[in-house]
């Protein structure tokens, strides 16, 4: 009888062991944040963008967006911006790829302005020669 016992206290201390290890999945972006409106090619190992700033001047959509290298190298950014109108369509032809070398642990900043009064929103495309992915 007390080897049954012990062995169902051995059961239910695995049981919550076992569960209490169980990972939950992040949760989805808020709307607007900065995963919602990057793209990247590939997984980027030591560039990230770490902040976004959208304004309208002159009736036109302004971003600002800075881009940290983590580091201790100099790392080559590729990046693009696509435009898009209030339903989701993308505005004009795509943008050439620009260059861009952020030094090591340092920021660096990319402004762009769209092409057209009706652009509301974005996207960055960006990408990197160490991500797994290329322009």
């Known amino acids: 009888m007390k080897s049954i016992q012990l062995i169902q206290r051995l ?3 695995a049981t919550l062991t076992l569960s209490a290890c169980a990972t939950t999945p992040p949760p989805p972006p808020r709307p607007n944040s900065i995963p919602t409106k990057v ?3 590939g997984e980027m190992s030591y560039l990230q963008i770490s902040n976004i700033i959208a304004t309208k001047r002159n009736h036109l959509m302004a971003l600002q967006a800075e881009i940290l290298n983590t580091d201790s190298d100099n790392q ?3 990046y ?3 435009w ?3 339903n989701g369509i993308v505005i004009g032809d795509d943008e050439a790829w620009q ?3 952020v030094y090591a ?3 660096q900043t990319i402004n762009a302005l769209a092409p057209s009064p009706q652009a509301v929103d974005f996207r960055i495309l960006v990408s990197s020669p160490d991500n ?4």
């Open 132 to 135: 797994t992915g290329n322009p």
């Open 99 to 101: 260059p861009l070398l």
């Open 80 to 82: 693009r911006f696509k």
């Open 39 to 41: 793209e990247q090619l």
């Open 11 to 13: 059961t239910m201390v």
């Open 105 to 107: 642990g340092q920021k």
């Open 84 to 86: 898009l109108d209030r």
């Open 76 to 78: 080559q950014l590729y």
